[in-house]
């Protein structure tokens, strides 16, 4: 083979393995960082990867948040009306978290179905809410309607 031949073959494979090794970091980097939207039903039905970092969104059920007197620590459901999973988080709640009001919680699911947040997030006015949270509520009450 004529060296300038060999030089270009060999430019090309470094280029092609730099492009190679550059798409596996940013597919590796979205993997780790997405965060994927379960309702309270796929996380009683055991569907929710546990350890793993995820959403959670539903409405606070009424009489179900439970503070603890002398920490940060809080306990509350969340449901889409079909189903519920208890959430625990530590620290403070957003000013406009209320029981029957729509939430969105990011953490990880452990053994005992249960959602550890490390971020509580709360609908900001009366009308907006999640469209993740709105497409579960709106199956789960057409699942209701139809049973």
Not at 5 to 30: E, Q
Not at 91 to 117: C, H, K, S, T, Y
Not at 121 to 130: G, S
């Amino acid at each position: 083979m004529h060296p300038q031949r060999k030089r270009r073959l060999t430019i090309i494979l470094v280029l092609v393995a730099g492009l190679g090794v550059a798409v596996a970091l940013v597919t590796y980097a979205f993997r780790q960082n997405i965060n994927l939207f379960y309702d309270p039903s796929q996380i009683a039905a055991g569907e929710a990867p546990v350890d793993v970092r995820i959403r959670a969104g539903g409405m606070v059920e009424e009489g179900s948040v439970e503070r603890d007197p002398d920490s940060l620590d809080v306990a509350f459901r969340v449901t889409d009306f079909d189903q519920s999973v208890t959430v625990r988080y530590t620290g403070i709640l957003p000013d406009l978290f209320a029981e029957g009001q729509g939430v969105v919680a990011m953490g990880r699911v452990n053994e005992d179905g249960v959602l550890v947040a490390d971020q509580v997030l709360a609908k900001h006015d009366e009308e907006y809410m999640p469209p993740e949270v709105a497409d579960s509520l709106k199956q789960s009450k057409s699942g209701d309607a139809s049973m």
